[in-house]
């Protein structure tokens, strides 16, 4: 019950931030929209009755009440779908950015590796527009539950047995809300099943898959897949709609059987004369209200108990996150050193994926002195690339620590600590903006500085990108936009290479695979560059470059070579040592040598 009030008021108070004269003004009417829904069954009892003694003044009392009250509700149900309408956008804009706010707030991205996280989440994207609702089916509950409210006193004057035919009505709210829970289930249980469907559709819309749907002729096969996830999820969802649509047929069964009883009880009364015929009228009108509201007070609760359950996933989220970010910022005593001295130790280092008991990386051991070009190699899966985002902390060892002159990164503020890293990742990624704001986001304070990002553009050797563009440093890239210019997927990774420079001092540089689209002259030339302008900044604050790389005839600038294979360190050397040892490094080296010979 705690979760539930907890998840209510989370969703109220983003409707009342997103527009809180909106809300205030709809809860307001509900009193109006109450009041003027039993004045029409009470305008009829009085005009029958004036009609039946012949005393013109009531008749025209009446129809004015009546017009009355059906001019009010037209006027309150017109305010209610427009502020409805804005109220409900509004908030669906404050929950899309708190679930931004919380997706990212996530110091490390291990929980993507989670496929309960996942599950969570598509659900959670899913229901942000059913979530914005809720303050609209808060205000229909709360109406229809006046509405029965008024009708119960109008029935209770009439006759006090009537008092009891809204009970005929609970079996019929049960089932709503039973229905809603049994649903939410299957559609917990079937998420699998309907991110899987989801992906296919992507398939079909991602211009990068289109190329391989068509040259492998996917089409019919992505087409027979997903018929197939659709049958699946249809034969799980049909058997309870089926189940549930029972029970409804039930529950209004016994409400029909109530309302028939209420009928024919005031009529018997009509012809025995102790009640008039209005009575009879306003019973039946006020009956068939009866049905109407407890019909949409079932429904509402049924939807609300969706945006509830949708809520207690939000709740989820960030209890999830806050978890996660007190085991990673649970210290933060240390300040961040200006400087590297000695150097960064991996200590006993291992790691297995969460959730799982697949081991990437065990019990490494490494120093990788200050000042230092260090490149990593390996075979595909020998965990080079954890290594590097266990560095950056994107992910936390499973056991074993790192340290930076001794001091253990975990006792650093992670913000701050990557504040004085940067990165260039393989699987980069193409931000669809200006080109300026393309490479200036590597350091976001100076992201409007032309001359820090031309900088940056010329440490990457990347200016002449910019060079070709219409605009220049102004242009509009990716074919998303409107006169948006597409790139190849070298100048893409050039201007990635570029973001990577943006910050000129860092203590750590990373550079996993930078220059795969790249050819191999071109990385050459690129590194030796960079080569001589890290040996600089290394010479000045101790800082540590990283090169992830596959190719060798790159990673003998470095000073130091780390050879991984079968879950951790089988050499470590400068290129020469390595060659000497004839080890694997040699091996892979001459290798890749004779490819060129």
Request: proline letters at 2%; hydrophobic letters at 45%; one cysteine or more.
């Amino acid at each position: 019950m705690r979760k539930f009030f907890l998840s209510l008021w989370t969703l109220a108070s983003a409707s009342f931030e997103a527009d809180k004269w909106a809300t205030i003004g709809m809860s307001l009417l509900i009193i109006i929209s109450s009041a003027s829904s039993v004045a029409t069954p009470i305008g009829l009892k009085l005009l029958v009755d004036a009609v039946a003694r012949g005393r013109d003044g009531e008749v025209v009392f009446s129809v004015a009440l009546i017009v009355a009250s059906l001019v009010i509700s037209q006027c309150v149900s017109l305010a209610n779908l427009i502020m409805g309408a804005r109220l409900r956008e509004a908030t669906g804009l404050i929950l899309n950015r708190r679930l931004i706010k919380l997706t990212t707030q996530i110091a490390s991205i291990e929980h993507y590796e989670r496929a309960e996280y996942l599950n969570e989440l598509e659900e959670l994207k899913d229901d942000i527009s059913s979530m914005a609702t809720v303050q609209n089916n808060i205000i229909t509950m709360l109406n229809m539950v006046l509405r029965i409210l008024f009708t119960l006193i109008l029935l209770g004057r009439v006759y006090p047995w009537l008092l009891f035919l809204p009970l005929f009505g609970l079996p019929s709210v049960w089932a709503s809300f039973s229905s809603a829970q049994k649903l939410h289930q299957v559609h917990k249980g079937i998420m699998p099943l309907r991110r899987l469907e989801a992906y296919f559709c992507y398939l079909s819309m991602n211009a990068i898959a289109a190329k391989e749907i068509r040259i492998f002729g996917l089409r019919d096969e992505i087409l027979q897949r997903h018929r197939t996830l659709r049958k699946e999820i249809d034969r799980e969802e049909d058997g309870i709609q089926i189940r549930n649509a029972l029970r409804v047929i039930v529950a209004w069964t016994i409400f029909s059987i109530g309302f028939l009883g209420a009928i024919v009880f005031v009529t018997v009364r009509a012809v025995s004369r102790q009640v008039t015929v209005g009575d009879v009228v306003l019973v039946m009108t006020l009956a068939s209200q009866v049905d109407s509201q407890v019909s949409s007070l079932s429904t509402t609760v049924a939807r609300l108990f969706e945006i509830i359950k949708a809520a207690e996933r939000y709740l989820w989220l960030r209890d999830y996150g806050k978890q996660a970010n007190m085991f990673l910022l649970n210290s933060r005593t240390e300040t961040i050193p200006e400087s590297i001295r000695d150097g960064i130790a991996l200590e006993h280092l291992s790691f297995c994926y969460p959730g799982t008991d697949r081991t990437i990386l065990a019990d490494v051991n490494l120093h990788l002195p200050a000042g230092a070009t260090v490149a990593i190699v390996g075979e595909n899966g020998a965990g080079k690339t954890t290594l590097v985002k266990l560095l950056s902390r994107l992910y936390e060892p499973t056991q074993g620590r790192i340290t930076v002159d001794t001091i253990d990164i975990k006792d650093l503020d992670i913000e701050q600590w990557r504040e004085r890293i940067s990165a260039g990742f393989q699987d980069f990624i193409r931000f669809e903006l200006l080109a300026r704001d393309v490479v200036g986001i590597g350091d976001l304070p100076k992201s409007e500085n032309i001359a820090a990002v031309e900088a940056a553009l010329g440490r990457a050797q990347a200016n002449a990108v910019v060079a070709e563009l219409p605009g220049g440093l102004q242009t509009q890239l990716g074919r998303s936009f409107k006169g948006g210019v597409e790139l190849s997927g070298g100048q893409w990774q050039k201007l990635a290479l570029g973001r990577a420079m943006m910050r000129p001092l860092p203590l750590l540089l990373i550079l996993d695979e930078p220059t795969s689209a790249l050819d191999a002259q071109t990385e050459h030339a690129l590194f030796q560059q960079y080569t001589r302008a890290t040996h600089r900044i290394g010479q000045a604050i101790g800082a540590i470059s990283i090169l992830v790389s596959h190719r060798f005839s790159t990673v003998y600038m470095a000073d130091l070579i780390v050879v991984l294979n079968k879950q951790g360190i089988e050499e470590v050397g400068s290129h020469e040592e390595l060659i000497a040892n004839h080890g694997l490094y040699s091996r892979l080296y001459e290798l890749q040598s004779s490819a060129y010979r």
